[in-house]
C-alpha cells in the first residue's frame, strides 16, 4: 500500500463511499429541497451546479482533508510562483503568466517574465493589425485571406477549437483553416482550395522537430513554389512560432517571422502563448486579449478562494471522488456541450486531461497502487443523444458526466435556442431520476411484464453541469483555465508530474525506426520485429 492510500483521508474516503456507492440520487434531492443552493457557485461567468452527485456534507469534509493531506496549498503557490513543478523537465509551467493581467511581476529562475511575454504580444499585436489592413500583403500585393496553421497536439488543438468557439468574432475576410495529421489527404485536400497569393502558413510547434507538422510544413512550402518561384516571398507567407530559432531557421523561415515562447509553456497549455496567433489572426488582438481576461479572472479565483468554495478544486476533487472511490473500477468521464460552438472541446480536453495525467508514477517514482485519469470522451449534447446516450440511460457502466452549457448562442437564429436548453436539461435530469418500474406501468399502461423492464430507466447517473449566458471570448478563456486547474488538482491528489509527457515518446521512435524499411522499398522481407510487425510490414511492402 502507498501512503496516499494508507493515509488517514483516503482510508475515510473509502470508508465513506461504502455508504455513498448505494446512494439514490433521487432520494437525496428529496430529502433535501435545498440540494441546488448547498451545492452550486459561481466563478468567472460561469455557473457550476454539482447537486446531481453521489455526494454530501460530509463527503465534501472527506475531500478537502484528502486535498489538505496533499498539500494543495503549498502546491497551488508552487504553479504561480515559477518552481520548476514540472521536475522530470526541470521547468516550470508557467501558463497562468502569459494570462497575468495584473502585470505584477512572475519571477522564473530569478528573473522577471512579464517583459518578454509582452514584447511577444506586441509583436502579435502589429503582426495581425498589418494583416487585417492589408499592410503585410501576399507576393503579388493581394490581401491575405487565409490562414493555415499546421502544427499538432497542443499546437493545434486549442487553437483550432477556439477559433471554431468562437466563430462569430472572425474578422471580415478571414478564412482559419488547421493541418494537423501526417495523412496527405488532410493537407492535400486543403490546398486543393487555396490561392497562394493570398494564403499564410503558420508552422506552429514548440520543438519544431515534430514529424507530422515538418512534414506538412514542407509539402506547403512546396506547394507554395510551384505556383511562386522567388524563394524570397517565402517570407511573405510562412511565420514560424517555436520556441527554438535555431530549427526555425534551419527549416528556412526568416527569425524575423518567427514568434517565440518558452519551455516553461507545456504544449497543451500553450493557446495563450504565440501558439495563439492563428486566433489572433482569426478573432483579432482584442478579442484574444478578453480571453485572456477571462481565463486571469479564473486563475484569481482558484488562487484565492478555499478550497470548498473553489470551482477547479471541486470539479478535480468530485473527479477523484468518482475515479478512485464510487466508480474505481470503471472510471469514464463524458463531456456533453449543448453549445455547438464548443464541439471541438471534448477532442481538445482529452489532450489536456489525458496527455497530462495518464501516468503511473508518483513524482517521487514510484508506481501508483490507485487509478489516475479517466478515459475522457464526449461529443455535442443533441447529436450524442442520437447515437450514445443509451448506453448512459440504460448501459451497465457508471460514466460521470459535464454538462456544459450555455444560456444564448451567438447566432442569428434564435428560436432552436429553448429546444437545446430543454434538452440539455431534460438528459441530465432523467439521467439521474430515472422511470421506475411503478412510473413506466403508469406511462405505458400497455406493456406487458415481459417488456416492461426494456422501458425502465435505473437513473442515478451523476453529472456536473457549468452553464453560462454566452460563449464570449472571456467565458472561453475562463472554461478553459476551470479544467486546465482541474486537471492540476487531480495531479495533486495523484501526486503525479501532469506537465511532462513521456509516454508519447516510444511510439515515435519506433515510427522512425520503421520508416527507412518503407522509404527506400528494399525487397528484403523484415524479420528484426515481433511476428505480427514483420508479417503486417512485409505484407505492406508486398503491396506497394
Ligand atoms: O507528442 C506529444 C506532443 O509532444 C504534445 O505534447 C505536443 O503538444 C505535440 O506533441 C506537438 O509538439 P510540438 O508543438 O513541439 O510540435
Redesign the pocket.
Known amino acids: 500500500m502507498s501512503d496516499l492510500t494508507r493515509s488517514t483521508a483516503w482510508q475515510q474516503l473509502q470508508q465513506h463511499s461504502q455508504t455513498m456507492q448505494d446512494s439514490d440520487l433521487r432520494s437525496l434531492f428529496t430529502q433535501d429541497p435545498e440540494r441546488f443552493d448547498k451545492f452550486s457557485l459561481n466563478a468567472a461567468g460561469l455557473l457550476l451546479d454539482y447537486s446531481k452527485n453521489h455526494l454530501n456534507e460530509q463527503t465534501l469534509t472527506h475531500l478537502e482533508a484528502l486535498a489538505k493531506q496533499v498539500e494543495f496549498d503549498s502546491w497551488r503557490k508552487k504553479l504561480f510562483s515559477g518552481k520548476h513543478i514540472n521536475h522530470t523537465e526541470d521547468r516550470a509551467a508557467l501558463h497562468t503568466a502569459l494570462r497575468n493581467c495584473s502585470q505584477i511581476p512572475v519571477r522564473y529562475n530569478g528573473r522577471d517574465v512579464m517583459g518578454d511575454i509582452n514584447r511577444v504580444l506586441d509583436k502579435m499585436r502589429q503582426f495581425s493589425r498589418d494583416i487585417h489592413n492589408g499592410d503585410w500583403r501576399g507576393y503579388t500585393n493581394k490581401m491575405i485571406t487565409d490562414i493555415v496553421n499546421i502544427?499538432?497536439?497542443?499546437?493545434d488543438l486549442g487553437p483550432k477549437m477556439v477559433v471554431d468557439a468562437l466563430a462569430p468574432y472572425q474578422k471580415d475576410g478571414m478564412c482559419s483553416h488547421f493541418i494537423s495529421n501526417i495523412d496527405a489527404l488532410q493537407i492535400d485536400r486543403l490546398l486543393a482550395t487555396l490561392d497562394p497569393e493570398t494564403t499564410l502558413f503558420i508552422i506552429?510547434?514548440?520543438?519544431?522537430?515534430?514529424q507530422e507538422?515538418m512534414a506538412n510544413a514542407l509539402t506547403a512550402r512546396q506547394w507554395f513554389l510551384s505556383h511562386c518561384a522567388d524563394k524570397k516571398m517565402i517570407r511573405k507567407h510562412f511565420v514560424a512560432v517555436s520556441t527554438s530559432q535555431q530549427q526555425v531557421e534551419e527549416f528556412g523561415i526568416d527569425p524575423h517571422n518567427m514568434f517565440v515562447f518558452w519551455d516553461w509553456v507545456?504544449?497543451?497549455f500553450s493557446l495563450w502563448s504565440a501558439i495563439g496567433l492563428s486566433i489572433i489572426l482569426a478573432i483579432g488582438m482584442e478579442a484574444f486579449e478578453s480571453m485572456l481576461a477571462g481565463a486571469h479572472m479564473m486563475d484569481q479565483h482558484f488562487q484565492t478562494a478555499p478550497i470548498l468554495q473553489n470551482m477547479p478544486a471541486l470539479l478535480g476533487l468530485i473527479s477523484i471522488w468518482y475515479n478512485n472511490f464510487l466508480h474505481a473500477n470503471s472510471n469514464n468521464h463524458a463531456i456533453l456541450p449543448y453549445d455547438y460552438a464548443l464541439r471541438f472541446f471534448p477532442a481538445y480536453l482529452q489532450?489536456l486531461e489525458m496527455?497530462s495525467n495518464g501516468k503511473r508514477i508518483t513524482r517521487t517514482g514510484e508506481i501508483v497502487d490507485y487509478k489516475t485519469c479517466p478515459v475522457i470522451w464526449g461529443a455535442p449534447g443533441n447529436n450524442g443523444q442520437h447515437a450514445f446516450y443509451q448506453l448512459l440511460h440504460q448501459g451497465t457502466r457508471k460514466i460521470s458526466i459535464d454538462f456544459i452549457i450555455a444560456i444564448h448562442n451567438n447566432t442569428q437564429t434564435i428560436d432552436h435556442q429553448p429546444a437545446v436548453l430543454a434538452n440539455a436539461l431534460a438528459q441530465s435530469r432523467a439521467l439521474m431520476w430515472g422511470r421506475n418500474h411503478e412510473e413506466t406501468r403508469l406511462a405505458n399502461p400497455k406493456l406487458t411484464a415481459a417488456e416492461l423492464e426494456a422501458h425502465v430507466f435505473p437513473g442515478n447517473q451523476a453529472s456536473n453541469t457549468l452553464l453560462y449566458n454566452r460563449l464570449t471570448p472571456a467565458t472561453l478563456g475562463s472554461l478553459i483555465a476551470l479544467y486546465e486547474h482541474k486537471v492540476f488538482v487531480e495531479s495533486i491528489c495523484w501526486q503525479i508530474n501532469p506537465f511532462d509527457?513521456w509516454g508519447?515518446q516510444l511510439g515515435?521512435t519506433m515510427a522512425m525506426d520503421l520508416l527507412p524499411a518503407l522509404q527506400t522499398g528494399e525487397d528484403k522481407p523484415a524479420c528484426e520485429y515481433d511476428a505480427s510487425t514483420n508479417g503486417l510490414l512485409n505484407y505492406i511492402k508486398s503491396h506497394v
Do not use: D, L
Open positions: 502544427g499538432i497536439g497542443g499546437s506552429a510547434s514548440k520543438t519544431f522537430s515534430t507538422t507545456g504544449g497543451r489532450q496527455e509527457q508519447v515515435k
